[in-house]
């Protein structure tokens, strides 16, 4: 079971390398990595079981954070009736094409891997078109918007060694341009 111990913080040298495309089939490693990771958002997500285990909560968690440096990230993006939004681990992920409208979320971004509190927008795509693997090699090309599409950018960057406050502007941290959207 990942652990916060298991995350690795800001620093490290894996969460500012690029990460390898993953080759299928997976290894008996490479599935039991990317259950392990789904498990955490899981189990991060379950109240109870956060607090026994002292899991700060997580809608997706990627390989370089738990120092694996493998394009491979677990998503679990829960909407406000608790619904799924989205969910799956995503191997190889490629943005094929975003609308030009930017977003941001209004209480900015955190990181399993910042410890500290870096506020500012992190503007990103509004809507993108994300080609991917799934853990069993299957391609699948789909539409996300909004909070779902904010959270791959986010999990993506970290397969490229991008960090969310790389993106945070430091003099003007909440300036944007007036067409940028705002998620609350
Ligand atoms: C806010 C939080 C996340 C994504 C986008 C906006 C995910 C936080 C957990 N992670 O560090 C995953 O990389
Ligand atoms: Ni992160």
Redesign the pocket.
Known sequence: MIKMKDIIRDGKPTLRAEAAKVTFPLTAEQKKLAEDMMLYLENSQDPKIAEKYHLRA?????AP?VDVSLQM?AVLVPGPDNEILFKDVIVNPVIVSHSVQGAA?SEG??????DKDVPGY?VRHDRITLRYDDVDGNEHKIRLKNYPA??CQ??ID?LHGIL?YDHIDKKEPFTMDDSDLIIE
Request: with cysteine; glycine share 14%.
């Open positions: 997580g809608v997706g968690l990627a954070q990230a979320l971004e955190g990181c399993l891997s910042v992190v904010i959270v986010h999990e970290h969310f």
